[in-house]
């Protein structure tokens, strides 16, 4: 509840009881706080778990939601919108590119993810892709206008605040049917710690289950970013630190603590970067990893999350 | 007695993209009863962990029947065959923050329900496979912060946890001390003889196999199997044939392998007892080879407090020593001479 024009305990109170009366600040409320507010905790749950999901499918701690390039496919939907001037270059016309960019990635990396026998190649396919998507996009950079490049670096920053109610619902219902997903991988996640042969030894399809999760992931990723823009570290912070506080490697209840972890942690980083009062915003990303990085770094000096074997 | 686990005609290897066959080994007609431990042996890339991994339905056969009791496992699912089968492999995976009870809680998994929830009854198998491997207090530490014996350990819980007929194990004593491997091959007879559990394991140390083994497969790495018994296998050369280089052979009377040593000399011997038994040992290890030769002759005079070496070069040199060293120091003179 934090930003450019402080609001008194008493005006909140009235801006939530009696909207009509309260004026300006029932506005700043309704239609800017409790959006970017609910849009933080969506997001910031949605990340936490597909970064989860691709350091489970994957067993490496390093793993996070953007490994496969979908942000960056995201990216370049966005990049052909507004440095390219494709389409109208409306809010509408980033949303759709974003999401078909994303989508394009996605089924790539899923199709490859059908064929591929080893998580670790896999992995670095992803990576892969990222890395060709990306220099696509600095070659629009390049090429295209100078004067657009604003709004594609703003749009890079990422941002809380671009989700307004009507599109709330599409938000968090495609969140909501992402984390729904993982409920039935649930015991894949928690027996593929052991390994792949060991997992499949204990009576679960790995193939089957592997794609469910990734898919899971894709979509969090997807749609987050194309609402919120790429958000860095929350993906790969926050399972770190569900693991260290709730000590536990059982996804029947780091699955919820992510959850949890990731909405508290993206609401305050949404905070801080709506801190500065009078030069207007801080870019998110940069909050983000000034919160994740130390978040990862006492978790893995806590011991819980060690690097070696 | 109906067998546990039954092959027919199997033959293992692996299939590359195209649809072609490698065969690693065959025919394999493994067979066996509850309450047996087989062990496979052989040299690498024979197809040892290729079989346990056809054998858990990890692989596909390039030929041939897999039977668990009366029923082809190709009949069975995933789910059932984790009823009935459960393997223990090296690879511990980056589990970060699990509990040594939630790694044996995860055996329950073929059990449980679609969200994984233990039960009562669950938790009390947990415990109970905990108690029989001695492993109650790794329950609340992680896995990640303990020894390889201590996760071997606790892998075996998780099998038993599994409540399967048949445990495999893919190189279990490979990253264990040797009092440890006595140890684990020790806990796996008792548990075999006291549950009537079947157990297959893969192993490079073939001396622990032969003492432990109710029956060993030998893979000879050319894709021919012999299944016996240990001793069986060492009365037909098996072991020989297999695993003897050039400088390597088996001994077939101690039935353990030796470093082939340079101008082995005979040595006569008598005694008997501890002290005579480990003088054995002593002179097998200089390369030294006891047999009806008149001289050199040893005697051991087997003294509780002193015992005494009586050696004789020929009829009239002879000499007493106290130490064994003294006795080695004469008898590498005697090999120069």
Same mark, same amino acid.
């Given at each position: ?42 997001? #910031? ?79 670095? =396919? ?12 600095? !070659? ?113 209840? =780091? ?12 609401? !305050? ?12 915003? =801080? ?21 819980? #999350?060690?690097?070696?074997? | ?7 027919? $005609? ?51 056969? *390039? ?46 998994? %073929?059990?449980?329900?679609? &969200? $994984?929830?233990?039960? @009562? ?28 014996? @201590?996760? +071997? ?12 007929? &048949?445990?495999?194990?893919? @190189? %279990? ?40 083994? $109710? ?20 009365? +037909? ?9 050039? $400088? ?17 000399? +005979? ?26 030769? +008149?001289?050199?002759?040893? @005697? ?6 002193? %015992? ?25 003179? *005697?090999?120069?001479?």
């Amino acid at each position: 509840m934090i930003g450019a024009v402080s609001l008194s305990p008493s005006d909140i109170w009235l801006a939530l009881t009696n909207p009509e009366q309260a004026g300006i600040s029932a506005t700043i409320l309704w239609q800017m706080r409790i959006p970017r507010t609910l849009t933080a905790m969506i997001a #910031g749950s949605g990340l936490s778990v597909a970064g989860l999901l691709m350091q489970t499918v994957f067993r490496n701690v390093l793993a996070g939601p953007y490994v496969l390039g979908i942000s960056s496919g995201a990216g370049l939907g966005v990049a052909l919108v507004l440095l390219l001037g494709v389409g109208a270059g409306s809010w509408f016309g980033v949303l759709s590119a974003a999401t078909l960019g994303a989508l394009l990635v996605m089924m790539i990396v899923l199709w490859l993810a059908h064929y591929c026998k080893s998580p670790v190649s896999l992995l670095v =396919l992803g990576l892969m892709m990222g890395y060709l998507v990306d220099s696509l996009v600095s !070659l629009m950079i390049h090429f295209g206008d100078p004067n657009r490049l604003e709004a594609f670096v703003n749009w890079g920053f990422g941002s809380f605040g671009r989700v307004h109610w009507n599109e709330m619902g599409i938000l968090g219902g495609t969140v909501g049917v992402g984390i729904l997903l993982t409920l039935p991988a649930m015991k894949y996640l928690n027996t593929v710690l052991l390994g792949e042969s060991q997992s499949q030894s204990l009576g679960v399809s790995v193939k089957r289950n592997r794609i469910i999760a990734l898919g899971a992931a894709s979509l969090l990723t997807a749609v987050t970013t194309v609402y919120c823009g790429p958000i860095g570290f929350l993906g790969l912070a926050v399972p770190h630190l569900a693991r260290t506080v709730f000590q536990t490697a059982n996804h029947r209840i =780091l699955l919820p603590a992510t959850i949890l972890c990731g909405a508290v942690l993206a609401v !305050l980083a949404g905070w801080v970067a709506n801190l500065p009062t009078q030069g207007g915003v =801080l870019p998110l990303n940069a909050v983000t990893a000034l919160i994740g990085v130390p978040v990862v770094f006492w978790a893995l000096l806590r011991g819980h #999350g060690r690097l070696d074997d | 007695m109906t067998e546990l686990l039954h092959t027919k $005609d199997l033959h293992i290897g692996y299939t590359a993209s195209k649809g072609k066959a490698y065969e690693v080994a065959g025919p394999v007609d493994l067979h066996f009863k509850p309450g047996e431990i087989v062990a496979l042996v052989g040299p690498n890339g024979s197809g040892k962990s290729t079989l346990l991994k056809t054998i858990t339905g990890l692989l596909k056969p *390039i030929a041939g029947e897999i039977f668990l009791g009366n029923e082809s496992i190709t009949q069975l699912s995933l789910r059932e065959r984790a009823r009935r089968m459960a393997l223990v492999t090296t690879h511990f995976g980056g589990a970060h923050a699990m509990t040594g009870f939630d790694s044996v809680a995860l055996g329950r998994s %073929p059990h449980s329900g679609w &969200l $994984d929830r233990l039960t @009562e009854h669950d938790r009390e198998v947990v415990q109970h496979s905990m108690e029989s491997t001695d492993s109650t207090h790794l329950a609340t530490r992680f896995v990640d912060e303990l020894s390889d014996g @201590e996760r +071997q350990r606790l892998a075996i819980a998780r099998a038993l946890a599994q409540e399967a007929s &048949l445990i495999l194990l893919d @190189e %279990p004593t490979a990253f264990l001390d040797l009092p440890h491997r006595v140890g684990l091959l020790g806990l796996l007879r008792n548990l075999c003889r006291s549950k009537q559990v079947g157990v297959i394991l893969s192993t490079h140390d073939l001396d622990l196999a032969m003492r432990f083994a $109710d029956r060993m497969l030998v893979l000879d790495g050319k894709g021919h199997v012999e299944y016996d018994l240990p001793e069986a296998l060492a009365l +037909q050369g098996v072991f020989s044939r297999v695993f003897s280089t050039q $400088d390597v052979f088996f001994d077939m009377k101690h039935g353990s392998f030796h470093f082939a040593q340079l101008g082995c000399i +005979q040595v006569a011997f008598k005694g008997q007892g501890l002290v005579a038994d480990w003088t054995r040992r002593a002179l097998r290890r200089k390369g030294w080879i006891i047999d009806d030769v +008149q001289y050199p002759l040893i @005697e051991v005079c087997e003294d509780p407090v002193t %015992p005494s070496w009586q050696i004789s070069a020929n009829a009239n040199d002879q000499k007493e020593v106290y130490n064994l060293e003294a006795l080695l120091d004469w008898l590498s003179k *005697i090999r120069l001479t």
